[in-house]
């Protein structure tokens, strides 16, 4: 018995499993590149302990994940909405993405967002902060890691009435 993972299959060791394949979509060139150096570089070892089963516990049960070994790749979110939607069909269509990672810019989430769906691959978006993504539709594919603009507006608001309480 597997486990189905939103589209991802993933089946207990034994046989031998295809390996999970994951991209994950972040700054390569440009100015943003530099400062994602650091987060490639965990995503490399995060990786590697989950190869290895070195995790600390208790998720170092096993080798990969449900015993498939994760292979990943790094996908350059440069170049704009209509090349990163075009890029996002080639990863599931053509590189055989089970898993796609990351995104930063909104406007790139948003166009995004139905692809994913429509092509029913697990997508996990991490730093996206547009309300329109998920409050204007409902996703099965799709997941953020972080709260919306708005809820960071408000909070900051609310933190600083609190700290200020005659502030206009």
Known sequence: LG???IGVTIAPS?????KLRIAVVTPLTGT??????????????????I???????PYNTMKGI??????????????????????????????????V?????S???????????EMHVLTVMSTCAPTRIFEEADHKYLFR?????????????RYALSRWPNIK
Do not use: Y
């Not at 943003?32 to 302990?49: D, F, H, R, T, Y």
């Not at 890691?145 to 608001?157: C, N, P």
């Open 145 to 157: 890691t972080t709260a919306h603009a708005t809820m960071d507006g408000v909070a900051l608001a």
């Open 66 to 99: 449900a015993g498939r070994e994760v292979e990943f790749f790094f996908i350059d979110e440069a170049g704009g909405n209509a090349k990163q939607v075009a890029e996002f069909r080639a990863l599931a269509e053509r590189r055989g993405a089970d898993v």
């Open 32 to 49: 943003l590149a530099s400062v994602n150096v650091p987060g490639q570089n965990a995503a490399k070892m995060i990786i590697e302990a």
């Open 14 to 18: 034994g046989a031998q499993q295809a």
């Open 101 to 105: 990672m990351g995104f930063g810019s």
């Open 51 to 57: 190869n290895a089963g070195t995790l600390p516990a």
């Open 107 to 117: 406007a790139t989430c948003v166009a995004i967002a139905p692809v994913a769906e």
């Open 3 to 5: 486990l189905s993972l």
